[in-house]
């Protein structure tokens, strides 16, 4: 028989702990397989096209996305935003929509646009450090003409006053 070192056993309120934690870090909605559609709103424009984007603003909001959405409107997305600007990276991972994903720079430019296939874990990521994200429906951005350069507009790009 080997010898075993007395190691403690976990106590049932640790393993409560534990399972706390990774419902908390993997987020309710994620657990349940439910799409966030409550989130803020804010409207963008990209030249004279609208857009109704709900905004992501917390780490959880933005770990969940647009996982689980059947469905959205032509005329909305979703605004990723980051606390500082960084290499932005997505994948699509619970994610049922084809969607094109614009990195914006802090002036509402579009650095880089990527179309995403649904359900891959592929990595789209920014060609220079960003703190907005935003997608959109696949191909919406084509068929408005915005691409890379294309400035963005809407207060969460204003100039600080």
């Known amino acids: 028989m080997p010898f075993l070192p007395d ?8 393993l409560k702990l534990a399972l706390s934690c990774l419902v908390l870090t993997t987020g309710c909605a994620l657990a349940q397989g439910t799409p966030q559609t409550n989130l803020p709103r804010v409207k963008l424009s990209a030249g004279m096209h609208q857009i109704d984007a709900q905004l992501a603003l917390t780490p959880e909001q933005r770990q969940i996305g647009l996982m689980f959405r059947q469905e959205m ?13 960084a290499q932005q990276c997505f994948w699509m991972k619970n994610t049922l929509l084809p969607l094109t994903a614009a990195f914006v720079a802090d002036d509402g430019t579009i650095v880089n646009l990527a179309d995403m296939k649904p359900q891959t874990t592929d990595s789209h990521c920014s060609e220079k450090p ?25 207060p969460v790009f204003a100039p600080p006053r």
């Open 73 to 85: 409107p032509s005329t909305e997305g979703m605004l990723f935003v980051f606390e500082q600007p």
């Open 130 to 154: 960003v703190r907005y994200v935003l997608e959109m429906n696949v191909g919406w951005f084509a068929k408005k003409g915005v691409k890379a350069g294309s400035k963005l507009a809407g």
């Open 7 to 14: 190691v403690p056993k976990p106590s049932l309120r640790g």
